[in-house]
């Protein structure tokens, strides 16, 4: 069974089993750039079968963000350069110069998969200088649209001949907003801020590719942004929001509303420690 699904012309993403996290294949003259491989081995293993199938190599690699699960790499995939934006690789460095990283990461994944999650090639990326536009490859261009979110150095990519966007951890249709709590200046204000960001390229959109959830059409890409910037506030104005994906019957029933809830009392114990309102 084939592993990829076209989405646009020359794009193809695999969606696995865990989290509907999609991996993302940009079709280039000499070969594929591919955007966060994907999580399990075996699918990975499959994903580099089903290219070298078609006699398509990997030339190039990106991660959107320093999260584990858009990190990793199977073997079979080859040793292209793997790229992800100066604050990105940076976050990595500090993640990999711990002795025990392997054991830090593991005790970030969920029990049941962390067997099959390879870990050894883990974030072996090359950040590109700061304010970098394009990825440097030989294909379509793709559009380096960074900001602080979700994650320090998080990038969505803009696929512009194909109209198509590379959303990162921002604008799922199964997730709820998860901000970078780490981040030292406002990590509310930083995620509204590339919301609107997201916002000035959506009318160049016709696919969006979010890093877990299901692919949007067009129509979804100023709805989803509406969703999440609703979410944002109201986590900012600590009402409760009536945000769909937190629901009962959604993916994220059993784990999400927790999620929430965390994030919630930590911006409540950053708004005391800072002594700022809300
Ligand atoms: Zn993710």
Same mark, same amino acid.
């Given at each position: 069974?084939?592993?990829?699904?076209?989405?646009?012309?020359?794009?193809?993403?695999?969606?696995? *089993?865990?989290?509907?996290?999609?991996?993302?294949?940009?079709? !280039?003259?000499?070969?594929?750039?591919?955007?966060?491989?994907?999580?399990?081995?075996? *699918?990975?293993?499959?994903?580099?079968?089903?290219?070298?199938?078609? !006699?398509?190599?990997?030339?190039?690699?990106?991660?959107?963000?320093?999260?584990?699960?858009?990190? #990793?790499?199977?073997?079979?995939?080859?040793?292209? %350069?793997?790229?992800?934006?100066?604050?990105?690789?940076?976050?990595? /460095?500090?993640?990999?110069?711990?002795?025990?990283?392997?054991?830090?990461?593991? *005790?970030?994944?969920?029990?049941?998969?962390?067997?099959?999650?390879?870990?050894?090639?883990? !974030?072996?990326?090359?950040?590109? %200088?700061?304010?970098?536009? /394009?990825?440097?490859?030989?294909? &379509?261009?793709?559009? +380096?649209?960074?900001?602080?979110?979700?994650?320090?150095?998080?990038?969505?990519?803009?696929?512009?001949?194909?109209?198509?966007?590379?959303?990162?951890?921002?604008?799922?249709?199964?997730?709820?907003?998860?901000?970078?709590? =780490?981040?030292?200046?406002?990590? +509310?204000?930083?995620?509204?801020?590339?919301?609107?960001?997201?916002?000035?390229?959506?009318?160049?959109?016709?696919?969006?590719?979010?890093?877990?959830?299901?692919?949007?059409?067009? =129509?979804?890409?100023?709805?989803?942004?509406?969703?999440? /910037?609703?979410?944002?506030?109201? #986590?900012?104005?600590?009402?409760?929001?009536?945000? %769909?994906? #937190?629901?009962?019957?959604?993916?994220?029933?059993?784990?999400?509303? !927790?999620?929430?809830?965390?994030?919630?009392?930590?911006?409540?114990?950053?708004?005391?420690?800072?002594?700022? &309102?809300?």
């Amino acid at each position: 069974m084939a592993v990829l699904r076209q989405v646009a012309e020359g794009v193809l993403i695999h969606q696995s *089993e865990f989290l509907q996290s999609n991996a993302v294949v940009v079709q !280039g003259r000499a070969g594929v750039l591919l955007i966060d491989p994907g999580v399990l081995g075996y *699918e990975m293993a499959a994903l580099a079968n089903e290219l070298s199938d078609s !006699g398509q190599t990997v030339v190039a690699g990106f991660s959107t963000h320093p999260h584990w699960d858009h990190l #990793l790499w199977h073997a079979g995939l080859g040793a292209a %350069p793997r790229y992800g934006t100066a604050r990105c690789a940076a976050d990595v /460095r500090v993640q990999l110069s711990d002795a025990h990283w392997k054991a830090r990461v593991a *005790e970030g994944i969920p029990p049941d998969i962390v067997e099959q999650v390879p870990l050894d090639l883990l !974030g072996l990326i090359t950040g590109l %200088p700061a304010e970098t536009a /394009r990825i440097p490859w030989d294909g &379509p261009q793709v559009r +380096i649209v960074e900001h602080q979110a979700h994650a320090s150095g998080h990038a969505a990519l803009l696929i512009e001949e194909r109209g198509v966007l590379v959303a990162g951890d921002m604008l799922s249709d199964v997730l709820i907003p998860m901000l970078d709590l =780490d981040d030292p200046a406002d990590p +509310i204000e930083d995620y509204l801020a590339a919301l609107r960001l997201l916002e000035g390229v959506a009318d160049d959109v016709d696919v969006l590719v979010p890093g877990h959830g299901s692919i949007g059409g067009a =129509d979804q890409v100023h709805a989803r942004i509406d969703q999440d /910037r609703a979410y944002v506030r109201a #986590l900012r104005d600590a009402q409760v929001p009536s945000d %769909p994906r #937190l629901g009962p019957a959604t993916y994220g029933k059993d784990w999400l509303p !927790g999620v929430h809830e965390r994030q919630l009392q930590r911006l409540a114990r950053r708004s005391e420690r800072d002594g700022t &309102p809300g």
